[in-house]
């Protein structure tokens, strides 16, 4: 049995994988179902400037912010602060990659990893190791257990689907409106959702979010920055069957240009959003919103490569300095850089480890939640 099932796999996969990586042979079993990625629009890649990096070499000893990650959260917090006026230095493990780097290898990517995926870390050399009931089992970067985001100027920005949800309102009661079950940290918010809309919105503005008004429990606000991704085929259907069961419908919230905005194009329909990188740059993230602009800034310093490896603390019990390694051009260095303010946005679990990893006498179990 185990046999067969290994048969049908490689069948599946060859015939419906991308025929730039062997399989599908010219494509014919997308001919079959209808889909070509090349077929509804042409695609004009937008004339965006590279993004500016900076020789480890070259950064200077202090900075009044050093930002560990340059994804989601670090490439906001890096603009904000540098169009603050702050001098911040952010530093990324992974590499800037363009959209044609990011492939559309459809057995490889970070929606579906059988083979690999389609941004760093690179496959050999990056383990880590999971450990269940004494038992130790290492695992590559795009094996399931290995619980990889996309490592790159970006993070998984680069590769998510753009849904830009806020939380309702009665996300921030949870515990008053069901209860704290027995044994459980279940605590509502210490903020509310009026609290957050103002944030809210100047996000949806920055990085440009389309979607309609009227879902069934959303806290008031103003319209969307711009009208709804038109619907795919399935999209009438799916809206059909739900209205009969009497379920409001709405179009989901998308970070993805449904017109040029902040020079860059509208969506072109491609239907390859989860997993890979936008051939257009519509789908908004913070490699062609919120990192260049701190990089225009002047205040803003960008180190690719670097991996982050120790956070140290001062005698006043804050956060002082980052220590990181990079593979330059003449071997192996390693940095240590002061900072008035340090921000780990490095990823669940990469934020986790490099607090772990930050021990010293003070603390010999890492940084991290204190609960004395």
């Not at 490439?75 to 230095?89: F, P, T």
């Not at 083979?115 to 496959?123: K, M, R, S």
């Not at 993230?285 to 310093?301: D, K, S, V």
């Not at 921000?343 to 490099?354: F, M």
Request: glycine residues 12%; proline residues 8%; negative net charge.
């Amino acid at each position: 049995i185990l046999f067969l099932h290994q048969v049908i796999a490689i069948v599946t996969q060859s015939y419906y994988g991308d025929p730039e990586n062997g399989g599908n042979r010219d494509g014919r079993s997308w001919d079959r179902i209808g889909f070509r990625p090349d077929a509804k629009r042409p695609v004009v890649e937008p004339d965006l400037p590279p993004l500016r990096v900076t020789d480890p070499r070259e950064i200077d000893p202090h900075y009044e912010v050093v930002v560990v990650g340059a994804g989601a959260g670090g490439g906001v917090v890096a603009c904000m602060l540098a169009e603050g006026g702050r001098r911040v230095l952010l530093l990324e493990r992974g590499e800037t990659l363009t959209a044609k780097q990011v492939s559309t290898d459809h057995l490889r990517n970070h929606r579906l990893s059988l083979y690999g995926h389609n941004t760093g870390p690179p496959l050999e050399g990056h383990p880590r190791v999971l450990e269940n009931r004494g038992a130790a089992r290492v695992m590559r970067p795009f094996e399931h257990g290995y619980h990889n985001n996309a490592m790159t100027v970006g993070g998984g920005t680069r590769v998510y689907e753009g849904q830009a949800w806020r939380f309702a309102p009665q996300d921030f009661h949870m515990a008053s409106i069901y209860g704290v079950p027995e044994g459980s940290s279940l605590a509502d918010w210490p903020i509310d959702y009026e609290t957050l809309a103002p944030f809210y919105e100047l996000a949806e503005n920055e990085i440009g979010v389309s979607g309609a008004l009227g879902h069934s429990h959303a806290g008031p606000r103003s319209d969307y920055p711009m009208p709804p991704v038109e619907p795919d085929f399935d999209g009438p259907v799916l809206r059909a069957a739900a209205e009969k069961l009497g379920w409001n419908v709405r179009a989901v919230p998308l970070a993805i240009n449904t017109e040029p905005r902040h020079g860059r194009p509208a969506c072109v329909a491609m239907g390859t959003c989860c997993g890979f990188a936008c051939p257009t740059e519509a789908r908004g993230n913070t490699a062609n919103t919120m990192i260049p602009r701190a990089l225009a800034t002047g205040n803003c310093q960008l180190v690719t490569g670097a991996q982050a490896s120790r956070i140290e603390v001062g005698d006043d019990g804050r956060a002082r300095a980052v220590h990181f390694f990079h593979e330059a051009v003449d071997g192996a260095i390693e940095k240590r850089i002061e900072a008035d303010m340090v921000v780990v946005s490095a990823g669940a679990i990469e934020t986790a480890r490099l607090l772990l990893l930050s021990r010293d006498e003070r603390h010999p179990d890492g940084l991290g939640n204190r609960f004395d």
